[in-house]
Each structure stands twice: as C-alpha cells, then as structure tokens.
T-cell receptor
Framework: KNEVEQSPQNLTAQEGEFITINCSYS?????LHWLQQHPGGGIVSLFM???GKKKHGRLIATINIQEKHSSLHITASHPRDSAVYIC??????????FGEGTQLTVNP | EAGVAQSPRYKIIEKRQSVAFWCNPI?????LYWYQQILGQGPKLLIQ????????DSQLPKDRFSAERLKGVDSTLKIQPAKLEDSAVYLC??????????FGSGTRLTIV
C-alpha cells in the first residue's frame, strides 16, 4: 500500500465541469503539497497546506488533518488544465513522499 | 527569481554507458533533491542534500549512481554504468524552510 493514495488515477471531463481529485495519506504530516506536471516533465507547485483551505484562481485545495485526507478542486475546468496532478506529503526533514498522480484530460 | 535549472533536457545513451546531469538550484535554497520518475509513477527520492552534506541517500543505488554538491550550490548526478531500467525523468528540486519546493524541468533519460 502506498503511503500516499490518490484517486482517481485517470479522469476525463468536459470543459466547464467541476473536478475533484482526492488524496489520502497514512501518517502524520508537516504539510501536504499539490503539484501539477505537464507532458514536458516539469513540475509546478500549486499548493502547500497544513490545515484548512487555500484558493488560487479556479483551484481550491482542502485538507482534513484528522481524517488524513486532502482534495484538489478545479472549477470551470478548461482544456489547458489537462495535466498530471500529484499529491505529496511532507514529513520532518523536508522529505516529500509522492502519490502516483492523477491524469486529468479536459475535452473542449 | 530564476527557477531551478537542469541540463540536459533530454539524453539518449546505450546501456553500460555513463551519463551526468547538472542542477543549479534557486539562490539561497539550502536543500537540494534529486528524484527519479519512471513513466506512470510518482517521483522517488534518490538523494537529499542540506548545503553540501547528504541528508538522505537511502534509495540511491550506490553501485551505479553518485551525486555531489561540492560547494553547497550546484549539484551533479551521475549514472555509471547505465541499465535499461534507469530510463526515467530525473528531477531536481530545491527548497527553503517554510517556502515550499521549486522543481526543475527535468532530464528525460532514455537507455537503449
């Protein structure tokens, strides 16, 4: 069992749909990260969370520390949102453990 | 601020050859990481440096992989000799406590 579990693995949506990607982790964290990876390979940091909720544009990230669960939401999805979204937990020593990623495809 | 710079972007070599990757982190970021990402999987930590010291290299295949960060800034990762299973994207990242992580664009390595 992975220490960081994401669901779904693959997600296809129509432009404009509301999207949710889920992440569960098995041990305590110092922070939870949501990352975006485009086909070229580079990774962009979207959010770093230790509690509550953060919003940036059409992206919203939430975390429930007690349930060890986080979600990434995309409102009014657009084809340019198509990418792999990766959840990663940070533990002491600034160590990241990554989930397997969710491949999102948004069709026009 | 400039991002994390990596080179080369792509590399194709034959098995048993050697290869080296270079990373220049964000100025002031004390911690530098090398990750290996096999297609369809999440990144896996190979080695973590704090300044020029190694914090964690428990998952680095030391019989063939080596890394250094001599002056606490740039870092190089070397594979010698390469195997087919080393085909992956090699990502460098740097961080500063409380400020999150910044990733480079990665080097896509293909072993033929």
């Amino acid at each position: 069992k992975n220490e960081v579990e994401q669901s779904p693995q693959n997600l296809t949506a129509q432009e404009g749909e509301f999207i949710t990607i889920n992440c569960s982790y098995s041990v305590g964290i110092s922070a939870l990260h949501w990352l975006q990876q485009h086909p070229g390979g580079g990774i962009v940091s979207l959010f770093m969370l230790s509690s509550g909720k953060k919003k940036h544009g059409r992206l919203i990230a939430t975390i429930n520390i007690q349930e060890k669960h986080s979600s990434l939401h995309i409102t009014a999805s657009h084809p340019r949102d198509s990418a792999v979204y990766i959840c990663a937990r940070e533990t002491s020593g600034s160590r990241l453990t990554f989930g397997e990623g969710t491949q999102l495809t948004v069709n026009p | 601020e400039a991002g994390v710079a990596q080179s080369p972007r792509y590399k194709i070599i034959e098995k048993r050859q050697s290869v080296a990757f270079w990373c220049n982190p964000i100025s002031g970021h004390a911690t530098l990481y090398w990750y290996q990402q096999i297609l369809g999987q999440g990144p896996k930590l190979l080695i973590q440096f704090q300044n020029n010291g190694v914090v964690d290299d428990s998952q680095l295949p030391k019989d063939r992989f080596s890394a250094e960060r001599l002056k606490g800034v740039d870092s190089t990762l070397k594979i010698q000799p390469a195997k087919l299973e080393d085909s992956a994207v090699y990502l460098c990242a740097s961080s500063r406590e409380g400020y999150g992580y910044t990733f480079g664009s990665g080097t896509r390595l293909t072993i033929v």
